[in-house]
C-alpha cells in the first residue's frame, strides 16, 4: 500500500516550506562564477518513490523533493544542461526542518550520456538542519552536458533524498557546441499524475530484398535549392523501429527543426505514410542548423512500396550524406518513384550512436485515386412520426481521377449508427444515391449524417472528406397515444436473509394523452441467479392515469428472503390507447440482492477440500499451525490437494440446487528460477468426459519478502502470494449429482494444487443499450489479439460528445497502455460504461511495465461503470511505484462500480487524485457486487480525502496489502476523509496487512463482514503510522456485526506479533472507536491486540466473543515478554479500554489477557 513512513520532521518540514512559498518567489543564486543552470533542464533518475519524483529538484522549492526507490542503493539523478557547459559547483539541498543525515555520494559528468568521467569522487556529505539542510560539492571546472549525482548512502533513510540540485556555471562559462546532441537513453520514471503519454509503437522493418524500383541517382544537396511541388508528407503519420526518451518518431514531422527524432540504436528506420500512392520526385531531410549541431554525416538508405503491397522495396541505395549547420543542415535526396510508404533506413552517423531526423519532407503530387465525397442528404417522409418508417438517402459521389471499388455508407442518428447500405462501383466524376431503411423512431431531433467507406476499403486521394452532416435535424413527432411504464421497488431496500420482503410497482404515463379507464394488470416475478422462477405476483390499477402522471401500486403479499442475487420483473398490460409503438417499455427488470448475515451474498456456491474425493496420488497439504514457508498456510483452512503426478484428481460432486457452467478454480504451481512463472495446465472432466483443458501460469504469483519490500523473484525472501485463480465457462452448464474433476495429465514436472473450486450460473449476455456507443463503432474487434486503446478512447469521446452510454461487447479487448477515460486538463461530467457481463466482456491489459494499464479516471460528476472482467500483465510493484490500479484518480461524485471483477494489477481501486492542488476528493462513491482478487497490493483504498464512499458486497480476495482501507493522506492539500462504509463484504486470505483499515478520519462504519484466513497481517487494524490525517477529530468510528476467522499471525513482514484486532497508536493517540458484536474465532495469536505510545481513549468493545487462540502456538514477541495467545493482549502503559458483554473460551495464554502495568482495561460482564 504505502512506502512512507513519514516521521515528525517532514510534517515540520511541509510547514517550513510553507511559510517559505508564502514569503514570496525565490531569487535565483549564483556560484561564485555564474548562474544556477538546473531550473527548466530536464531531469532523470534511476527510479523515485510515490509523488516524490525527480522535476522536483529544479522547482526551487525546497519543501519538495525527490526520493529514490527504497533499500536499492546505488541510486542517481542527472540533469541534462542541454548543451555542454563548463561548471565547477553542485549545491544540494534537503527540507530545511528534517534532522541530519549524511549521504554518501559521487558527482560526475558526460557529454554524451554513455561515458561518464568524476568531476567529484566518493565522499560523505553531513547534511545538518543548523546549516540550513545544504552542501556544496566543488571540483574543477569542466565541460559537461550531463551532471550525474550517484548516492551509495544515507543514514536518514533507505534511498537517496534531495530537495532541490543547484548546478552552476564556471565564471566566463561559455555553451560550447556539442557533436552529440543526444539525451540519456534511460527509461522515463512514471510519475502518478494525469496524463501517461505511451511512448511510438516500435515497427521494426526488415531490408527487403526485392527488386529495386529504378530511380535517378541520388546526390547529396550541399545548398539545397527549394523543391518542385508542395511537401505532401505534412501532417502524415510517421513511425519508427525506435526511439530515445522523448525524441519520437512524431518530431520528425511536426514542421519544426528544434525537435527531433532520434532512434534508440542503429540501424534504425522512420517510416512515412502518405495514405496512398504520390508520385514523388524528392526527399528533403532536415536537422536544427542551430551551431551547436556540429557536421555529421549519416548513411542512409530509401525504400518504399505502393498501395498494391505491403513489402518495402530498395528506392536509393544507402549511401552517406552530410548534414552541415553552415548550410542549413539539409540533404535533398532526388528519387522519382510512385509509392505510399517510405522508409528511411540509417545505418551510421558520425554525431550521434543512431539515426537523427528533425524533418522528413516529400515533394509530389497524389497519383490517380478514386476520392469518395457525400454532396447531400435527404429522408421520407418529409415530416414522420414516432409510427413511421424512415428512409435515409444520401448522394454519393466519386470526385477522384480513377474508379472506385464498391464500399458502403454508414448512416448515423444523433452520431449513433442507424445502418448501412452498399454502393456500387463509380467512375471518376459519377454520383450514385444510395438508401436506408431506418425503421420508426422515438419522438425526437435526431441530427442526420454519413460517412461513406468508414472503414477505408477503398484507398483515396482524400480520407478527410468521405463524411457529411445535414444542416437540419430530422424531426419525429410524437403519436397521440398513452405510454405506460412500469418499474419495481420494495422494502426493505436492502434485505438481508430471512427478511419479509414487500414490492411494490409505480406506473407512469409517458405518453401525450390520459390511458384508458378501467383495470391496468401488473405481473411481478421474482427469478433466482440460475433464471428459475422463485414467486409470481399479480395487482391491477383501475382508472384513467393521465398524460405524464405517476401512481404507485402495493402488491399484495410478501417473500421471505434467502441470500443471494436474484432478478425482479415487472411487467404492465397494453393500454387501450396505447399504439403498438408505444408498448415496447410495458416491460422491466432489475437486480435485488439479498444480503447474508454477514459477509457478501455472491451467485457461485464453494466445493473446498473437506467436499472433494481423491484419486491417483493426490495428497491433502495441510498447515494446522499457520507455518509460512509451508504452501498450506495460505490455502483456505490451511489445506488444499496436491496433484503431483499424472492421473492424480480431485473431484466434487454438485449438490442440489446449485450447479452452472462458470467455474472459478484457487490454485498453485511453482515459481521460475527468475521468478518470471511457469506455464502449465489442468484437465476438467465432468461425469467421467474430458470437458476442457485449463490453461495455467504463475507469471502473476510469488512474491517475496525480506522486510516490507516485496521481491519478485526467489532468492528476495520468504515467499508469500503462493495461489492464484483461474475463471473458465464449460459448454454445458453443470446440474446437481454430475461430478467435476480436476486432474492432472499433462505430463510435466509440476506438482499443482487445488484449493477450492466455485460454481455459479453463467447469465446471458447483457445486449447493447438502446441509442449506446460501441467501442466496435470505432474499430475495436474482439478477440483479434490487437489492441484496442485508440478504439476505446475514441468511443469514450464519442459517447461523452453525445451523451450517451458507453458499450463494451462480449470478447477480450486487449488494451496496450493506461485506459485514461478524461484527462487532467479535460475532465468528463457524467458517462455510463456497461460491458456485457463479468463472465461475457473481458478488458485485458496487455503492458507489464510501471504505469502501463489500468483504467485513470477523471470524471467530475457521475461514473456508472460496471459489468466487466479485467485483467492486466502486470507481476511487479516495481518497488511499490507500480501506479498501475485496475481503477484510479478522480472518481466524482456519486458514482457507482458495480459487477466487476478486476485481478492482477498493483491495486483493485486506489480513490485518490494527485494531479490537482488542492486535491479533488471522491464524494459519495459506491462499489458494490464487486470481485476484487489476487491483486499485489490493497484490494480497494478510499485515500486523498475520499467521503461519505461505501464498498458493499463485494468478494475482497487474495491481495498484498489491505484489503479495504480507508487512508486520510493529506497529500496535494487533501482533505480528512469522513463517513465511508464497508458493508456485506467477504474478505479472505489475505497476505499482507489487514482486511478492513482505517488510518484515520471520522464517522466510518465497517459492518456485516465476514473476515477470514488472513496471512501475516490482521482482521481489522487500526494505526497513526502513515503520513496524514489521524484520529484528532473522530468524532467516532464504529465496526459492527462482524467475524474475523483464522487471523491475526505472529509472523507479519517485520517477524512480530499482530493481533485479529490490531491497534496502534504509533505517533498520536487512537480514540472514539466502538466495537460491537463481533465474533474473533481461532486467532493465530492474539485476539485483539493494543500498543505503541500514542495513546488510547474512548475504545469501547460491546458483545465480544473470542473462542480460540494462540493457535500457531508462537511464544516469542517482538514487543513484550513470551507468552501464548491471549484474549486481549496490550504493550502499552498510555491509554484504556472497556469491554462490555465479553465472552471468550479455548485462550491459550493460562491468565486470558496479557495487560503491561499502566494500560487501563476495564470488563463489564
Not at 975 to 989: C, L
Request: hydrophobic fraction near 35%; charged fraction near 10%; charge should be negative.
Amino acid at each position: 500500500m504505502r512506502n512512507k513512513y513519514v516521521i515528525w520532521s517532514l510534517v515540520a518540514a511541509l510547514l517550513v516550506s510553507t511559510l517559505y512559498l508564502a514569503a514570496g518567489s525565490f531569487g535565483i543564486t549564483y556560484a561564485a562564477g555564474g548562474q544556477n543552470l538546473t531550473p527548466g533542464k530536464a531531469v532523470t533518475a534511476s527510479g523515485h518513490t510515490q509523488e516524490y519524483a525527480p522535476g522536483n529538484v529544479k522547482d526551487s522549492n525546497p519543501g519538495t523533493y525527490w526520493e529514490s526507490s527504497n533499500s536499492s542503493f546505488p541510486q542517481w539523478i542527472q540533469v541534462d544542461l542541454g548543451t555542454s557547459t563548463s561548471i565547477d559547483q553542485v549545491v544540494l539541498k534537503l527540507p530545511a526542518a528534517w534532522e541530519a543525515r549524511t549521504q554518501t555520494l559521487t558527482v560526475q559528468g558526460s557529454s554524451n550520456g554513455t561515458v561518464y568521467t568524476t568531476l567529484a569522487g566518493s565522499a560523505a556529505y553531513v547534511f545538518n538542519p543548523a546549516s540550513g539542510n545544504t552542501v556544496s560539492v566543488n571540483f574543477n571546472a569542466a565541460s559537461t552536458r550531463y551532471v550525474r549525482i550517484t548516492v551509495t548512502a544515507n543514514t536518514g533513510w533507505p534511498a537517496a533524498q534531495f530537495s532541490e540540485v543547484e548546478i552552476y556555471a564556471a565564471a566566463a562559462a561559455t555553451p560550447s557546441p556539442t557533436t552529440v546532441p543526444t539525451p540519456l537513453p534511460a527509461t522515463p520514471t512514471p510519475v502518478p499524475t494525469a496524463m501517461l503519454t505511451t511512448a511510438p509503437t516500435a515497427i521494426p522493418t526488415a531490408i527487403p530484398t526485392a527488386t529495386p524500383s529504378p530511380s535517378a541517382t541520388p546526390v547529396p544537396t550541399v545548398t539545397p535549392s527549394t523543391p518542385p511541388g508542395s511537401n505532401i508528407a505534412a501532417g502524415k503519420p510517421v513511425t519508427a523501429s525506435s526511439s530515445t526518451q522523448s525524441y519520437a518518431a512524431l518530431n520528425a514531422n511536426d514542421n519544426n527543426t528544434a525537435t527531433y527524432w532520434e532512434g534508440g540504436g542503429n540501424p534504425s528506420h522512420l517510416i512515412l505514410d502518405l495514405g496512398a500512392n504520390h508520385n514523388i520526385t524528392s526527399i528533403v531531410l532536415k536537422l536544427n542548423p542551430a551551431a551547436e549541431w556540429g557536421t555529421r554525416t549519416q548513411t542512409i538508405q530509401v525504400l518504399g512500396h505502393n498501395q498494391t503491397t505491403t513489402t518495402f522495396s530498395n528506392l536509393v541505395s544507402a549511401q552517406s550524406y552530410t548534414f552541415n549547420p553552415a548550410s542549413g543542415n539539409t540533404v535533398t535526396i532526388p528519387v522519382t518513384a510512385t509509392v505510399m510508404r517510405l522508409q528511411l533506413t540509417i545505418t551510421a552517423n558520425s554525431g550521434a550512436p543512431a539515426g537523427q531526423i528533425a524533418e522528413f519532407q516529400v515533394f509530389g503530387v497524389p497519383a490517380a485515386n478514386p476520392d469518395l465525397t457525400i454532396t447531400g442528404m435527404s429522408w421520407t417522409p418529409g415530416s414522420p412520426d414516432e409510427a413511421s418508417a424512415v428512409t435515409l438517402n444520401a448522394v454519393v459521389k466519386n470526385a477522384g481521377t480513377a474508379a472506385s471499388a464498391a464500399t458502403t455508407v454508414n448512416f448515423y442518428l444523433n452520431n449513433e449508427l442507424a445502418g448501412s447500405a452498399a454502393v456500387g462501383i463509380l467512375a471518376p466524376g459519377a454520383s450514385s444515391t444510395v438508401s436506408l431503411n431506418a425503421g420508426s423512431k422515438p419522438a425526437g431531433s435526431y441530427s442526420v449524417s454519413a460517412k461513406a467507406d468508414e472503414d477505408n476499403l477503398v484507398i483515396e486521394q482524400n480520407e478527410a472528406n468521405n463524411s457529411y452532416s445535414h444542416a437540419a435535424a430530422l424531426a419525429v413527432n410524437p403519436v397521440s397515444s398513452s405510454d405506460l411504464a412500469v418499474t419495481a421497488d420494495w422494502t426493505p431496500g436492502m434485505p438481508s436473509a430471512g427478511s419479509s420482503v414487500a414490492f411494490s410497482v409505480s406506473i407512469k404515463n409517458q405518453g401525450i394523452v390520459a390511458s384508458a379507464g378501467g383495470a391496468h394488470p401488473v405481473t411481478l416475478v421474482l427469478k433466482n441467479a440460475a433464471g428459475a422462477t422463485i414467486q409470481t405476483f399479480n395487482t391491477s390499477y383501475n382508472g384513467v392515469i393521465a398524460a405524464g402522471a405517476s401512481v404507485n401500486v402495493a402488491i399484495p403479499g410478501s417473500w421471505t428472503a434467502v441470500n443471494g442475487n436474484y432478478t425482479v420483473s415487472t411487467s404492465i398490460a397494453a393500454d387501450g390507447n396505447e399504439v403498438p409503438a408505444k408498448q415496447t417499455n410495458n416491460t422491466s427488470s432489475v437486480n435485488l440482492v439479498v444480503y447474508a448475515q454477514r459477509g457478501a451474498s455472491v451467485p457461485y456456491s464453494r466445493y473446498d477440500t473437506e467436499d472433494a474425493v481423491k484419486g491417483g496420488t493426490a495428497a491433502l497439504r495441510t498447515a494446522p499451525t499457520f507455518d509460512q514457508s509451508l504452501t498450506a498456510s495460505e490455502a483456505s483452512g490451511q489445506k488444499y490437494i496436491a496433484l503431483p503426478s499424472n492421473g492424480s484428481y480431485a473431484e466434487w460432486t454438485v449438490r442440489s440446487g446449485q450447479g452452472g457452467a462458470g467455474v472459478t478454480m484457487r490454485f498453485t504451481m511453482p515459481d521460475s528460477s527468475d521468478g518470471m512463472g511457469l506455464s502449465g495446465s489442468l484437465d476438467v472432466y465432468v461425469n467421467g468426459t474430458k470437458a476442457k483443458t485449463v490453461a495455467l501460469t504463475s507469471y502473476f504469483n510469488w512474491q517475496y519478502f525480506s522486510g516490507d519490500m516485496p521481491s519478485d523473484s526467489p532468492g528476495g525472501g520468504r515467499p508469500l502470494f503462493r495461489f492464484d485463480e483461474v475463471h473458465f465457462k464449460l459448454d454445458t452448464a453443470l446440474k446437481a449429482g454430475d461430478t467435476i474433476r480436476i486432474q492432472k495429465t499433462n505430463g510435466d514436472a509440476y506438482e499443482y494444487g487445488v484449493d477450492f473450486l466455485e460454481i455459479e450460473p453463467v447469465p446471458a449476455a447483457i445486449a447493447r443499450p438502446a441509442g449506446a456507443v460501441s467501442v466496435t463503432d470505432h474499430g475495436a474487434i474482439a478477440n483479434d489479439g490487437k489492441d484496442d486503446l485508440a478504439a476505446f478512447k475514441a468511443a469514450v469521446s464519442a459517447a461523452v460528445a453525445a451523451g450517451k452510454t458507453l458499450y463494451i461487447p462480449e470478447g477480450t479487448f486487449h488494451l496496450s497502455g493506461m485506459w485514461e477515460i478524461g484527462s487532467v486538463s479535460s475532465k468528463i461530467s457524467n458517462i455510463t460504461i456497461t460491458g456485457a457481463g463479468l463472465w461475457h466482456t473481458n478488458i485485458q491489459f496487455t503492458n507489464p511495465n510501471a504505469a502501463g494499464g489500468g483504467i485513470s479516471l477523471r470524471i467530475t460528476g457521475k461514473l456508472d461503470f460496471s459489468n466487466v472482467y479485467m485483467n492486466s500483465n502486470l507481476r511487479s510493484r516495481y518497488g511499490q511505484n507500480a501506479i498501475y490500479k485496475g481503477f484510479m484518480d478522480n472518481f466524482g461524485t456519486n458514482s457507482v462500480i458495480h459487477d466487476v471483477w478486476v485481478e492482477h494489477f498493483e491495486c483493485g481501486m486506489w480513490v485518490g487524485d494527485y494531479a490537482h492542488t488542492p486535491a479533488i476528493y471522491a464524494n459519495g462513491l459506491v462499489v458494490e457486487n464487486s470481485r476484487i482478487r489476487n491483486n499485489l497490493a490493497d484490494g480497494i483504498n478510499f485515500a486523498q480525502g475520499t467521503s461519505n464512499s461505501t464498498v458493499r458486497n463485494s468478494s475482497i480476495r487474495n491481495n498484498g496489502d489491505d484489503g479495504l482501507a480507508v487512508w486520510t493522506s493529506n497529500t496535494n492539500g487533501a482533505p480528512a476523509g469522513v463517513n465511508n462504509t464497508f458493508s456485506y463484504n467477504t474478505i479472505e486470505n489475505n497476505w499482507r496487512a489487514a482486511a478492513i483499515a482505517f488510518f484515520g478520519g471520522s464517522g466510518h462504519k465497517a459492518d456485516h463482514n465476514y473476515i477470514i484466513d488472513t496471512v501475516g497481517g490482521s482482521g481489522i487494524r487500526l494505526n497513526t503510522v502513515f503520513p496524514g490525517y489521524h484520529f484528532q477529530n473522530n468524532t467516532g468510528i464504529v465496526f459492527s456485526d462482524t467475524t474475523i476467522i483464522t487471523s491475526g499471525t505472529s509472523q507479519d513482514l517485520y517477524n512480530g506479533e499482530r493481533g485479529a484486532i490490531d491497534l496502534e497508536a504509533s505517533n498520536d493517540a487512537v480514540k472514539n472507536i466502538t466495537f460491537s458484536n463481533i465474533d474473533i474465532i481461532n486467532t493465530q495469536r492474539d485476539a485483539i491486540q493494543l500498543g505503541y505510545g500514542g495513546g488510547f481513549e474512548n475504545i469501547v468493545f460491546n458483545n465480544i466473543n473470542i473462542n480460540g487462540t494462540g493457535l500457531d502456538g508462537i511464544t516469542t514477541s517482538r514487543f513484550s515478554g513470551p507468552h501464548k495467545g491471549a484474549a486481549i493482549y496490550t504493550y502499552t502503559g498510555n491509554g484504556a479500554a472497556a469491554f462490555n458483554n465479553l465472552i471468550t473460551s479455548n485462550i491459550a495464554y493460562p491468565d486470558l489477557n496479557y495487560i503491561q502495568s499502566g494500560f487501563n482495561l476495564t470488563i463489564n460482564n
